[in-house]
């Protein structure tokens, strides 16, 4: 059950050291200590046994909502911790939580409101989709920050046309001296830049361009994949990034050449010469380890037009033992057929 207070199968067996009608009554009492009492107790308990206080959630909700509180900050902490350990009973508060985050963006219980959003959003992303523009806001007024970018980008999962609002955010996220936030930016720009949404500006890719001479192997991973993503519909905007993508096809990691492969394919299937000073590479990474960068090289020959590889393709379509590469490779033969 979703409703305020109900029990969800999150939820941990209550503990008998704890008697929680005591601790559900602290946090309705009228005199500011019993509920400050209460509180704290909530606070400590949340850290080794979270899912006994989950049926508090109604109650710290509502003293959130009070702008004079004393220990708010402890009450968006429990929040947090609850929200982790049961987001089915934390979703149905989102609106008052985002509500009290926008009406105080820059203190220190926001930021532990962000984090309690962004594990609701893990798990029940459409929660959080109505509230972008005010995520936004509140996350531009932090100075970017990572926690509200991140539950953008939990968003973007189920609807990324809902992150129009957060282009210009995640641009300036990609622009300035990047960190832990920019692999969630990605995410969600790639996905953003797949959906059906039309964006006023594809500005970032320069941006994502740039991050491919990043040492960080992560944060080049998944710059690659989001060029990816745009390719997917805008080709154009990624073609003149090909010189750049074509050097992580040589990548030690799987991912990144898996990546490469399917950037170049999508950029071939509107411009097929841009294959054409990796044909050479593409044909050996049919015979990779791993699958998907064997499937992804077939996608970027056949967009290719690369005819020397019909036989080595066929091959691949009938005795491959992953039904992916197998599906690919006897396409890309239809293709070059």
């Known amino acids: 059950m979703d409703w305020d207070g109900g029990q969800t199968v999150e939820q941990r067996q209550r503990s008998g050291t704890v008697d929680l009608p005591v601790v559900l009554a602290g946090l309705d009492a009228t005199d500011s200590t019993t509920r400050q009492e209460a509180v704290r107790t909530v606070r400590d308990g949340v850290e080794s046994e979270p899912g006994t206080y989950v049926p508090t959630v109604p109650k710290l909700r509502e003293l959130l909502r009070e702008p004079e509180f004393e220990l708010r900050e402890a009450v968006a902490y429990s929040l947090a911790e609850l ?17 009290v985050a926008a009406e105080n963006p820059n203190t220190p219980a926001t930021g532990e409101l962000l984090r309690c959003l962004a594990a609701v959003a893990a798990e029940r992303p459409t929660a959080l989709a109505d509230h972008v523009p005010a995520l936004v806001d509140v996350t531009a007024a932090r100075d970017g920050d990572e926690r509200g970018i991140r539950t953008l980008a939990h968003v973007s999962r189920a609807r990324p046309e809902a992150l129009e609002p957060a282009l210009g955010l995640l641009t300036e996220t990609l622009a300035t001296a990047p960190g832990d936030d920019a692999v969630s930016a990605l995410s969600a720009l790639g996905r953003l830049a797949r959906s059906e949404a039309e964006l006023p500006s594809l500005a970032f890719v320069e941006h994502v361009v740039d991050l491919l001479a990043r040492d960080d192997a992560e944060l ?42 399917v950037t170049i394919g999508r950029v071939a299937a509107a411009s097929p010469s841009v294959v054409e000073p990796v044909r050479a590479r593409l044909l050996e990474l049919l015979e990779d380890d791993h699958q998907y960068v064997r499937a992804n090289a077939c996608i970027a020959l056949g967009y290719g037009n690369v005819t020397e590889a019909r036989d080595r393709l066929s091959t691949l379509a009938t005795g491959d033992p992953e039904p992916t590469v197998r599906d690919r490779a006897a396409w890309a033969c239809g293709k070059l057929s």
């Open 220 to 261: 080049r991973r998944n710059a690659i994949g989001c060029l990816a993503d745009v390719a997917h519909r805008r080709p154009g905007a990624v073609e003149p990034a090909c010189p750049q993508v074509r050097t992580a096809l040589e990548s030690d990691d799987p991912k990144t050449r898996a990546n490469a492969a």
């Open 83 to 99: 929200a982790i350990e049961a987001p089915s009973d934390v979703t149905p508060s989102t609106d008052a939580l985002v509500a």
